[in-house]
């Protein structure tokens, strides 16, 4: 079944703790994305990847890290995660071009931070 | 960044349209219109997407003023399942993929 997938589904940690949210897909896409989701605020944009090794900056980069070493994965990290940090957060692919084809969202990831 | 306008929620009977619309004034002339949908608890879906012409899909049509300024989705027959949140984004080469508030979409029985 094509999908893409996050890891954890859940997360509840404290100020500090490093964390990685973990995103997979099985489509060959090349473009991935995060988002993030807040009350009232709609989905915000993070960081997007075109294609291994290249990324970009969305709407709301800061204290957040991706990599993009295989064209499957675009994990999220957290270096130093803070509580304004906590939030429902989305991963997202699509074919080459965002522009012409429909993208795929994961089921979410509920981070937590005290 | 090219921004949407939508109302805050709408409220429809199952089973007849519903015209979602959305106003997009400063809209550039390589920017996609998409729509995506938000059922309760899960993440975003394609609904359809266009450029400058209407466009048909099996879940929803999508009709784009002349001007490009606007534009309005349209769900032939309302079920209870298109309840959710609608989004209108404008796009280019998917850099800039900006979801606003949405319009919160209530389907009556």
């Known amino acids: 079944e094509a999908q893409v997938t996050q890891n954890p589904r859940y997360l509840i940690t404290v100020t500090g703790k490093k964390l990685t949210v973990t995103c997979s897909q099985n489509m060959n896409h090349e473009y991935m994305s995060w988002y993030r989701q807040d009350p009232g605020l709609g989905l915000r944009q993070i960081y997007y990847s075109m294609n291994v090794e290249v990324t970009d900056k969305g709407d709301v980069p800061e204290g957040y890290k991706v990599s993009r070493k295989e064209k499957r994965n675009f994990p999220l990290i957290l270096e130093s995660p803070s509580p304004n940090q906590t939030s429902l957060y989305f991963c997202?692919?699509?074919?080459?071009?965002?522009?012409?084809?429909?993208?795929?969202f994961g089921p979410g990831t509920r981070l937590t931070v005290l | 960044d090219a921004k949407t306008t939508q109302p805050n929620s709408m409220e429809s009977n199952e089973e007849e349209p519903v015209h979602l619309p959305c106003n997009h004034s400063?809209?550039?002339?390589?920017?996609?219109i998409h729509w995506y949908r938000q059922l309760p608890s899960q993440g975003p879906e394609y609904v359809i997407h266009g450029l400058t012409s209407n466009v048909n899909n099996r879940m929803a049509s999508l009709a784009i003023a002349e001007d490009r300024k606007s534009s309005t989705l349209i769900l032939h027959r309302a079920t209870l399942r298109d309840a959710a949140v609608y989004y209108c984004?404008?796009?280019?080469?998917?850099?800039?993929?900006?979801f606003g508030p949405g319009t919160r979409l209530s389907v009556l029985p």
């Open positions: 984004i404008l796009d280019n080469y998917g850099q800039n993929f900006v």
């Open positions: 997202a692919s699509s074919l080459p071009s965002g522009s012409y084809n429909e993208q795929f």
């Open positions: 400063t809209i550039s002339g390589t920017d996609y």
